[in-house]
């Protein structure tokens, strides 16, 4: 059988499109389609990325704080009487022995009977054996303070040479710290008893026949600076009455509240930052004790908290702090442990599933979970035990949109 269809003339040969038109629609049906898959691809998804270094890592315990000064001394009426005017303002200097703070008047009729002076001549005994006690302990605060003295510029030398360890250099300089300032109080205590003893004997001696008619002069116990002011004005007080207070003004220490679960952690010669005292640099300090009994206080949301104070004592010389005087607010931060060189990533990189600390590490542009062993923290930065090395991107706040194997760009690259 034969084919009747008539043959393609030349000239409609010669006017048929070309091929590659004929395949045009097809091309833009494959573009288009092309177009649909990758606009409905997922997209990488932009997360914050930190970096896992090696450095050092401080944990510390955040509280405030408030300074006082270390040896104080309330100076309050003898005996009873009729007090002068006090003239005195707060911030004076006082001179021990030879500034006189108040002046009472007929307080000798307190001692006329056999009972006051039996009284006075008891007192006078005990205050000479407190100033024996007191000259003793200056001299053994003296003794220990040369002793730790010498050994200190001994083992400065052998730290020069990097013969000891930063760690027992550090012990040696807090035990010389500490024994110059027992030394100080010590003689704060000598001076103290010494006023007293001399105060003793004055009452003595208004006591005796003729011997009430002079006013009874209160000189300053202790070189130093009126602290407080209590009574001002002309009055007649009792004894024991509390007129006014001295001390040292430079000789301070620091009280520090924090809560009885962070003192637990806390150890003597720790470490301790202040700040927001206002000056420029933070000043520097060490724990010398932590208070053996806490008390219970009231939080601003309602809570009962037990609380404990720990004492430090300044170890930065006196010229950054001049300013700084009783009762000033600071805020301190107490070192419970560091170390120099601690594996550490961004504390908003881990995080828990069924009790598991958990990591996103960013492995070929995906996230890749892997399980964490952490150490300490100090909320910026946890210290990494196992399951993460140095140098690897992490993810840091993954969020629910992030899940292991989930393709990621990470926008910002934070460590140190």
Known sequence: MKNDAPLPSPAAKKNAPPAWRRRLPWLGGLALVALIVVGLWPRPVPVEAGKVTRGPLVVTVD??????????YLVSAPVGGQLRRIDWKAGAVVEAGKTVLAVIEGGGADFLDARSQAQAEARV???????????????????????FAGDFERLKQLFAQKVLSAQEFDAAQ??????????????????VAEFEWQQARALLSRGQPGGGSEPLVITSPVTGRILRVFQESARLVPGGFSLMEVGDPTDLEVRIEVLSRDGVAI??????????????????ARVRHVEPSAFTKISALGVEEQRVYVVADFTDALEKRTTLGDSYRVEARVVVWESAAA????????????????AFVVEGGAARLRTVKTGRSNGVETEVVEG???????????????SDGTR???LVVSGR
Do not use: C, I
């Not at 509280?63 to 104080?72: A, F, L, Q, S």
């Not at 000479?128 to 220990?144: L, S, T």
């Not at 140095?390 to 993810?395: D, K, L, M, Y």
């Open 408 to 410: 990621v760009t990470p």
């Open 267 to 284: 150890q003597s010669g720790a470490r301790v930052m202040l700040e927001q005292w206002g000056g420029a640099e933070s000043l520097a």
């Open 388 to 402: 993460l090395t140095e140098g690897a991107q992490v993810v840091v706040y993954p969020g629910d949109k992030v």
């Open 63 to 72: 509280e405030e704080g408030m300074t006082r000064v270390k040896n104080r």
């Open 125 to 147: 005994r005990a205050a000479e054996a407190a100033h024996a006690a007191a000259a003793a302990q200056v001299e053994r605060a003296r003794a220990a303070a040369k002793m």
């Open 174 to 191: 807090m035990r010389t710290s500490t024994a110059a300032q027992d030394e100080r109080a010590t003689e704060f205590s000598l001076k």
């Open 343 to 358: 594996l550490r990533a961004p504390a908003g990189a881990l995080f828990q599933r069924g009790g598991v600390w958990q």
